[in-house]
């Protein structure tokens, strides 16, 4: 018995030491930018590049969000209704300004403390997986700071800050661009993560009916996320719909 604690200790020791060692080898200090008309210059500049006009005219999206689980949406942006779908028999219809709606498990309703559990989690989900879809058009939400760091090799980046609002604020995101200035990676500086400096690839652009870019894989060091089977346009036609994807939701 000692010597298997002993064991067992040495391993815990090892996955510790492990663990040092990836924090401080990734671990990188959030950089200090510039405020002001440069920074705003360049937040437009990207917003240009992945047409965000065609994304605020755009009403209906569709994707699947392939990360930790499977997460399939319908969203009409307009009404602020979305459809989300896990584990192959949870589905929620959720109106996102009141984050109230319906839940279903095997296509029955679910009622009661279940209902408001399923509601809490599908908005969760949809928080974190909807921005991950194209948060570069939302460099100038309220409550958004925007900033210009340069580079080692002098290029210049736009250093997205949320300052309020949203699920985790507080959060920093470094945008690298290309000479397009179309967004090609980006350094996370967030609260759910323990070091900073993360980077992920922002890659697979592809253009939506509407003409909106949207990118498709983020590949990490740690691990990839990918948005598969991204649709968007006017009409329920475009993302595959044809019917009512939301039978019985309103707003509240």
């Not at 925007?146 to 470094?174: E, F, H, I, M, N």
Request: aromatic share 12%; charged share 20%; proline share 3%.
């Amino acid at each position: 018995m000692k010597k298997l604690l002993k064991i067992l200790g040495i391993l815990v020791g090892v996955i510790v030491l492990g663990i040092g060692i990836l924090f401080f080898s990734m671990n990188e200090k959030e950089p200090a930018g510039t405020t002001g008309a440069a920074a705003d210059e360049l937040a437009r500049a990207m917003e240009v590049a992945i047409n965000k006009v065609a994304w605020d005219s755009t009403t209906y999206l569709s994707w699947t969000f392939q990360g930790r689980g499977e997460h399939d949406y319908v969203w009409d942006k307009d009404r602020n209704f979305v459809s989300i779908s896990w584990d192959e028999n949870k589905k929620v219809l959720l109106h996102t300004e009141s984050v109230t709606g319906l839940a279903f498990v095997n296509g029955q309703t679910v009622e009661g403390e279940e209902k408001d559990k399923m509601i809490q989690e599908a908005w969760g989900y949809f928080c974190n997986d909807s921005f991950w879809l194209n948060p570069a058009v939302k460099a100038f939400d309220p409550g958004v700071e925007r900033s210009v760091v340069t580079l080692d090799d002098g290029a210049k980046a736009l250093k997205v800050s949320y300052k309020s609002g949203g699920v985790t604020p507080g959060d920093s995101y470094l945008w690298i661009l290309d000479e397009n200035n179309r967004p090609k990676e980006w350094k996370m500086w967030v609260s759910i993560i323990p070091f900073g400096g993360l980077s992920f690839t922002w890659e697979g652009w592809n253009a939506i009916s509407t003409g909106a870019l949207v990118s498709s894989t983020h590949a990490s060091k740690l691990f990839t996320l990918q948005l598969a089977n991204i649709k968007g346009g006017m009409d329920l036609a475009s993302v595959g719909q044809t019917g009512d994807p939301f039978p019985g939701l309103v707003a509240q």
